[in-house]
């Protein structure tokens, strides 16, 4: 399962196919005061990015990608990676 809910965040882990955009959602709206972490994800289909810009939550945790960690994660989503300067 990529899609992970715990007492501290819902956690993406591994790869996040366009199936797991609807579980998302879901566990966002179950649980709205969490944030999500993406420190395990490997792969983000662009309907999950979608649903992570749509939700507007905190984000933590750099996926293992160097691009989903800088130009998804750190500037469209605006999580609390470290963005390098161009």
Same mark, same amino acid.
């Given at each position: 399962?990529?899609v992970r809910?715990?007492? !501290?965040?819902?956690? #993406? %882990?591994?790869?996040?196919?366009? %199936?797991d955009a %609807?579980? #998302?959602?879901?566990?966002?709206?179950?649980?709205?005061?969490?944030?999500? !972490? #993406?420190? +395990?994800?490997?792969?983000?289909?662009?309907?999950? @990015?979608? @649903?992570?810009?749509?939700?507007?939550? &905190?984000?933590?945790?750099?996926p293992?990608? &160097?691009?989903?960690? %800088?130009?998804?994660? +750190?500037?469209?989503? +605006?999580?609390?990676?470290?963005?390098?300067?161009?």
């Amino acid at each position: 399962m990529t899609v992970r809910i715990a007492s !501290d965040a819902i956690h #993406l %882990e591994g790869r996040c196919l366009v %199936e797991d955009a %609807e579980t #998302l959602l879901v566990a966002a709206q179950d649980h709205p005061h969490i944030p999500i !972490d #993406l420190g +395990g994800a490997e792969r983000l289909h662009m309907a999950v @990015v979608q @649903v992570l810009l749509a939700i507007g939550r &905190p984000v933590r945790g750099a996926p293992a990608d &160097p691009f989903l960690a %800088e130009y998804i994660a +750190g500037r469209a989503i +605006g999580g609390d990676i470290p963005i390098k300067s161009a």
